[in-house]
Structures are given as C-alpha cells and as structure tokens.
C-alpha cells in the first residue's frame, strides 16, 4: 500500500491516458474554454501519445497510490527553451482524488533526480498563471518564475509562465 512511482510501460499507456484525461477535467476547466478542452480528453489519441512518447525513450512515470495508478510525469532531457544542459517537464498530473497526498511530490523529486542524473543543470516547464495551486508546488519544489510569459494556443490565451529550477 502506500506510494509507488515507477517508469511507465507501454502497457501502461491506457492508464496514462486516463490520468492526463481526467486530470484535464479537473484542473483545466475554469481555465479552458469548454468547447476547446473537449478536443484534448480522446483517451485513445492520449494512449497513442504516450505509446510513442515511451517508445521513443522520453521520460515518463506513472504514479500509483494504494496500487492504482493515480499521476504522471513527462519530461525530456533536451528542452525547446534553449536553455543550456536544460532539461524540460511537459506534463505532471494526477487524479483529482489523490491531489495533497504526497503522490505529486515523490513524482516530481524522482524526475528532478532522473534529469540530474542525465546531465542537466536546469529544468524549465510552463504553468498558467490562474493556476496558483500548481505555481505553489512548483515553488516549493524550488522552481522559481524567471519573468518569461507567453500566451496559451487556447481562444481565450491564458497566460503561461515559464519557471526554471537550477539543479
């Protein structure tokens, strides 16, 4: 019983897909526009995702809570910011039921120690700003907001910030 976080499988792509799905509903419909979000809850184009994603040797964990699989992560060693030796977090989320649990926080120092252990001195990921909840763990992760803003593809453009952690 308890925690455990593991490197996901592509047996465990339809679970991955459930999870970002899931999650999506619960921490992105205040933000997004719900005619928009629709297009990003397909679990079967969300399973294929993550099938190529493990396929193509990209970092991704999958958490489990009491057993039942519960969170993600997806990140990469490079990073599209151009941050030198930077690695990037695209993807951390967990089931509405499991949030404050510890289950986001044993994800995340595991992919911090997984990119350090690849080489990088620096990890960025992006966060809209009307999400407070995720802003404060990621500062409690040490992940500090660097000033670089952009707008969301979304109709409405939500703003993203972009935090840098230095390793």
Sequence with gaps: MGIEIRTATK??????AN???ESWKSAYSELIP??????????????????????????VLIGLFNEVPCGLVFANKDNDE?????????????LEETWGKGL??????????????????????????????????????????DGSKKHSRFSNKPLELRYIKCL
């Design 19 to 21: 999870i970002i799905v």
């Design 82 to 94: 151009g941050l030198k030796n930077g690695g990037s977090i695209y993807s951390i989320y967990l």
């Design 34 to 59: 719900k005619d928009e979000i629709t297009r990003y809850l397909d679990k079967e184009r969300r399973k294929i995702q993550f099938e190529r994603f493990i396929e193509d040797g990209e970092i």
């Design 104 to 145: 986001s926080s044993r994800l995340m120092d595991q992919t911090i120690e997984i990119l350090k252990e690849e080489g990088c001195k620096q990890i960025s990921l992006w966060v809209y700003e009307e999400n407070m909840r995720a802003r404060k763990f990621y500062e409690k992760h040490g992940f500090i907001f």
């Design 11 to 16: 047996e465990d792509a339809s679970n991955l």
